[in-house]
């Protein structure tokens, strides 16, 4: 039996990338922990809702998502107003995003040579093939929603793409 030795803790480096305030305002509530969902990853410039959770505070999703609606018909009790509060300077937001394309060379390095003109962090990146069709998924670093919908016209204008959309966590999508 050997002893394990201590390790002492190593200080992270601080992010470069602020990540404080959430700059979500909830009706009637100060001091409530706010997150937003991952099913559908709400930005500033979407339309957003709230779903009190239970000692979790309250998560904000984007209208429309398929969890919240779910959520909301089960306890209706529990939605709640939400809106941005956007003063001058915005955290940055995760969001991934799904494009799916006929395969051709060099089509993922267009892809992300278009993602790195428009100055946007890619977090991550997976791309697999089916037949003569890709699907590439990215994980981006975005401050609202204009500038995610400025990259997603951009990418859809590139050769043989067929359909870039926000993807959903509870889709697990393939190129057909």
């Known amino acids: 039996f050997k002893e394990e030795e201590e390790t002492p803790a190593v200080p992270r480096r601080p992010s470069r990338r602020r990540q404080g ?14 997150k937003f969902s991952r099913c ?9 809702i709230g779903f009190v959770t239970m000692g ?4 904000v999703h984007r209208r429309g998502c398929a969890n919240f609606m779910a959520q909301s018909r089960e306890q209706p009790d ?7 509060d956007v003063p001058g300077t915005e955290p940055i937001y995760t969001v991934d995003i799904e494009v799916e ?17 428009s100055k946007v962090p890619a977090k991550s990146c997976s791309a ?8 590439v998924k990215l994980s ?10 400025a990259l997603m016209k951009q990418v859809m204008r590139l050769k ?8 959903t966590h509870s889709s697990g999508r393939e190129p057909q």
Do not use: Y
Request: include cysteine; charged fraction near 25%.
């Open 21 to 34: 305030r959430h700059n979500v305002i909830v009706k009637g509530l100060d001091n409530l922990l706010v």
């Open 40 to 48: 559908c990853t709400p930005v500033p410039g979407d339309e957003i």
């Open 56 to 59: 979790k505070g309250v998560s």
């Open 78 to 84: 529990r939605v709640i107003v939400c809106t941005w």
């Open 101 to 117: 394309a006929f395969d051709r060379p060099g089509l993922l390095s267009d892809i992300m040579n278009v993602v790195n003109d």
């Open 128 to 135: 697999r093939t089916r037949g003569d069709r890709a699907l």
């Open 140 to 149: 981006l670093e975005i401050a609202h929603k204009q500038q995610l919908e």
């Open 160 to 167: 043989n793409i067929i359909l870039v959309e926000r993807a």
